[in-house]
């Protein structure tokens, strides 16, 4: 019953009560990031896919700036994010307009992390089994190393999560996330500031 109706209830009453506190610290956001991005934007959209693969446009706060090289090709990810940018993701405030996307229904608050369209095809029958449930804004991988474990390891948390939902577990997920907040931990992998692309299993 949890799985199926009661997650889903309590996630979109969590997060309209939430939204409706938060709202003027989420609008002073909006008007720092501004001018910190230098014109590019406040907002980033891409398209995820969700439940069953069903692709939906998730929304973030934009940390990186759209600057160029010569060439006309985008600067490296470490090149564009600002010092702001670096501060909003190390605090993980750029995933609070996801919480747009839990009251739309396309996301839950925890799950699996959505990510890039083109892996669909990349993994394997196994590691496809994270899309049995909405993704999360957080999860139980991100509670085990976020962005500084290997991808087979983040596979494996988000199909032992689908397995083992319950309410209790959420709760521990949250309390883990805001511990992994504070200390910011994992915000990055071992060789970039942001994940490394995932190329598949091979």
């Not at 009661?6 to 506190?21: H, N, T, Y």
């Not at 956001?29 to 069953?52: C, D, M, Y």
């Not at 996307?101 to 892996?119: C, F, Q, T, W």
Request: charged residues 25%.
């Amino acid at each position: 019953m949890y799985k199926n109706f009661l997650k889903r209830l309590i996630d979109f009453v969590l997060v309209l009560s939430v939204l409706l506190v938060i709202w003027p610290i989420f609008f002073v956001i909006v008007i720092w990031l501004h001018f910190a991005n230098k014109g590019s934007g406040v907002f980033f959209t891409q398209e995820r896919p969700g439940k069953n693969g069903k692709v939906f446009k998730v929304i973030k706060f934009k940390s990186m700036t759209d600057e160029w090289d010569k060439e006309g090709k985008l600067l490296p990810d470490e090149q564009r994010l600002t010092k702001v940018g670096r501060f909003v993701r190390s605090t993980s405030i750029d995933e609070l307009p996801q919480l747009l996307n839990v009251l739309k229904g396309d996301m839950a608050l925890i799950g699996p992390r959505p990510l890039l369209v083109e892996y669909l095809p990349l993994y394997s029958e196994e590691q496809a089994r994270r899309h049995e449930v909405r993704p999360g804004i957080t999860g139980w991988a991100q509670c085990h190393g976020r962005n500084a474990i290997s991808w087979q390891q983040k596979f494996e948390y988000d199909v032992w999560y689908v397995d083992h939902i319950s309410l209790v577990l959420d709760m521990k997920i949250l309390f883990l996330t805001i511990k992994k907040v504070f200390i910011r931990e994992g915000i990055s992998s071992q060789t970039s500031s942001t994940m490394e692309l995932f190329t598949g299993n091979n």
